[in-house]
Every structure is written in C-alpha cells, then in structure tokens.
C-alpha cells in the first residue's frame, strides 16, 4: 500500500511538505518553511530518493537547504533560479541555514521542464505541468505503480499580465491534493481589471496629496505582477509618473522573468523579442537614492516580504506615522504577521524594539496568484475527476468549505487532513 504523510500545509498556509511513501520508495512532495516563525517540518530524511519542488516560494521550498538532502532535487529551471534567490534571502534575514547548505542544495538539483516524464524511482515517473501561479510553477503528475497522484501545488487558473493560466490538459487522475487558500464559498475575488483600476485609484489618491505608497511583495511573482502593472498605466498616462522604488532582490528575480521568456505569456514574450521592456523604469534602493524616498516628494516602494514579516519592507513601516501615506497589501495574510496586524486594523506595531503608531491608510487589494473559489470549482470541472481528494493549504475553515463543497457538488471523497496525518494515498 502506498501512503501519504502530511508535514505541513494542513490548515494552515505554510510549511508545505508531504511524503509518498511505497513499499520501494520514499519521496517529498515540497519542503518548505512557515512564513511567520521560519519553522521547518519535522521529517526523517533516511531512505528518501528524492524531493520534488513545485515552486520557488518559501512556504513550498524554503527549508530545502536546511536538511542537507543526499537524494536529488527535482525543479523546473527558472525555479532553480529563483529557489537560489529566496535561498540566500533566507540565509541572510533569518539565519536558518548557512550559506554552504546552498550551495549543497543546488548541486543536488535536477532541472525538469513541463510535460516531460522523468523516473524518479523505479515504481514512480513525475510529469510537470504549468501550474500558473508564477514563473516555473508546476503541479506534480506522479505515476506510481499505474496509480495516478496529481499534486496541484499553488494554481491559477486565470491568466495574468505575466504567466499563463493553470494547464488542466492533464491525464487520468486516481487522487488529487489540492491547494484550498481561497477554499470557502466567500472567497470570490473580482476581476484582474477591476483589482488593477483599484489599485491604480489608491496610488493615485495617494500621490495626488503628496503621499507615499508602501507595496509589500513577495519578491517572486506578485512583485513582476504589480511592477508590470504601474509601467503599463504610466505608459497611457493613466497614472502620474513618479519613483519606482524597488529592493535589490527584486530587481534579481525580475531579471529572472526576463531570462526565462519562452515560460512567460505570449503578450509579454512577444514584447520582450520586440525589444521593449514591460516592467518599464524602476530605480533601486541604495544609499545615494535611500534619503529621497524619506523626503517630501511623493513615490511608490515595493519591497518584501509581502506578509510584512521580515525584509527590507520593515524599515519603510515608520512612514505610517504620517497620515498622508499609505501600504497596500496585495496578498494573503498569514496568522501571525504583521501584514495580519496591519489588515486587521493594528492602531500601532512593533517590528523592530520601537512601537510605531499607525496613523497612515491600510489598503488590501488582493492581487492573489492563487485560484479563488470560482476557479478552484473551476479547475475541478476541467480536469479528470479523481477518485479521492486530499485538500491543504489553507486555514482550517477554508480547507474544511473546499472539501464539503468537493463532496457535495462532486460525490467525491474529500479529505482534510490535519498535519501528521498518515493515509492511504489510493
């Protein structure tokens, strides 16, 4: 019988990590960290034959390097890339782990490309297919013994102005494990357009009185998202032209999106190979322009971590003692974050030894790269059905909707297993 064993991601956003287990072999699928505290998940690496990373996010694979793994690392190619970015990110900011575990990580890595079979062991071949959430994204099509598994990581099933939607050409499915972030029946997002005019307004409002807009991101994927976003509106004019500011780590996985063009959405491909650069004019902090971005003129920052929970973003949190500023958050957030803080109305936060008195707007436009509710029903509709569901990665509530909903609509078995569970897979 094979198993699955759940590390992480269950009831909860964060610490992905599950283990397939046959009578043969023993795989990971994902192996990340929790974005509040920087926990790891507690596994036993003896005996394991491989580690399979469906994006470069740290809840997916930012504990890879702290556990030294002898077995290969499987990952797409601009994943690799951008794994190496958050990586050193991590090393630095947080201390987990030491820069020489890195650079053990990458020389175990075995790069895959989507749609292409690849023997792990000899009872299980991975498939790769574009999962849309942000660049080299993929949800992991495992065969085990002729028993299908689907892992579907973090999916979007709409398009973007960066990345194509979620591939749901997919093969036979036994079991599905799906990401339930926005997995109850209220998680109904707007359109992209409508998000973006938001967006758009609230920066406007903002410069037009002197101010300064705050955007925390995740430096992979929401960044590309909302950079892309502002050139194109000062393009046509619809929005003042004023400083970009953007971290340093942004700019590395930004020129990672450029590197990796034939990945990318067509639109924005077919710029890139006509010469014009979609993600515009962005000035990078350094100490020369870092007086400017405290000085009278109004700008835009973006800077991570998108949860407001370390980075550089941190030390741009004192502008809210003015009420003429303004942070926008553009993405979930997790419990025990100061991003969680700041949207559930935090009148003052303590990031550093200092409280800092919020008296600037707190703004959420949810620029998710995550399927809401409607594409989550969606995607379910477009693929195989499966025979089982195993739902994860979402808060209790959200992962517990998704898998009433999945029965009742689907007369499908739907679990949500809790963290530590072990279960039959088929």
């Known amino acids: 019988m094979t198993i699955v064993k759940f590390h992480g991601g269950c009831h909860q956003i964060g610490m992905s990590c599950v283990e397939i287990n046959t009578k043969n072999s023993k795989i990971l699928l994902d192996c990340g960290m929790n974005p509040s505290d920087n926990t790891v998940p507690q596994i036993n690496t003896n005996n394991l034959d491989g580690v399979v990373i469906s994006h470069a996010h740290l809840d997916h694979c930012g504990a890879v390097p702290y556990f030294n793994f002898k077995a290969p690392i499987y990952a797409t190619t601009p994943s690799i890339d951008l794994m190496y970015i958050l990586w050193r990110d991590i090393a630095k900011l947080s201390k987990t782990y030491p820069e020489e575990n890195i650079q053990k990580a990458m020389e175990n890595i075995k790069p895959v490309n989507y749609n292409e079979n690849i023997k792990i062991t000899k009872d299980i071949t991975m498939k790769p297919y574009d999962a849309g959430h942000i660049l080299g994204s993929a949800s992991i099509y495992l065969d085990i013994n002729g ?52 967006l758009i307004d609230e920066i406007s409002a903002t410069i037009n009185k002197g101010g300064k807009v705050i955007i925390p991101v995740f430096s992979v994927g929401r960044s590309q998202e909302i950079i892309a976003i502002l050139h194109n509106y000062m393009k046509s004019n619809s929005l003042k032209k004023v400083p970009i500011y953007v971290e340093g780590s942004l700019i590395h996985t930004t020129g990672v999106y ?130 089982k569901i195993f739902v994860m990665h979402g808060e209790r509530y959200q ?26 897979l088929f």
């Not at 972030?181 to 109904?188: H, L, Q, R, V």
């Not at 067509?266 to 405290?294: A, C, H, Q, W």
């Not at 003129?297 to 809210?320: A, D, N, R, W």
């Not at 029965?407 to 679990?415: Q, R």
């Open 399 to 424: 992962c517990l909707s998704l898998a009433m909903t999945i029965w009742k609509n689907f007369k499908i078995p739907a679990i949500a297993p809790t963290s530590s569970s072990i279960l039959p």
């Open 147 to 198: 028993k299908k598994l689907l892992y579907t990581g973090d999916i979007n099933e709409i398009e973007t102005r960066t990345l194509k939607p979620a591939d749901t050409n997919i093969d036979e499915i036994d079991t599905l494990i799906i990401e339930a972030t926005y997995g109850a029946p209220t998680d109904i997002k707007p359109s992209r357009k409508s998000l973006e005019r938001q």
């Open 258 to 387: 450029l590197s990796h063009s034939s990945w990318l959405n067509p639109k924005l491909r077919n710029s890139l190979e006509n010469g014009v650069n979609p993600f515009g004019d962005i000035t990078i902090v350094n100490k020369e322009n870092n007086r400017e971005m405290y000085g009278r003129e109004p700008c835009i920052i973006i800077s991570t971590s998108g949860m407001v929970q370390g980075g550089p973003v941190l030390q741009y949190l004192k502008l809210l003692k003015s009420p003429k500023n303004k942070i926008i958050l553009t993405g979930f957030q997790a419990e025990g974050t100061l991003g969680r803080e700041l949207e559930e109305g935090a009148e003052e936060i303590t990031p550093f030894r200092n409280k800092i008195p919020i008296k600037g707007e707190i703004v959420k436009i949810e620029f998710t790269a995550h399927s809401d509710y409607n594409s989550l029903i969606r995607y379910m509709k477009k693929i195989p059905k499966p025979k």
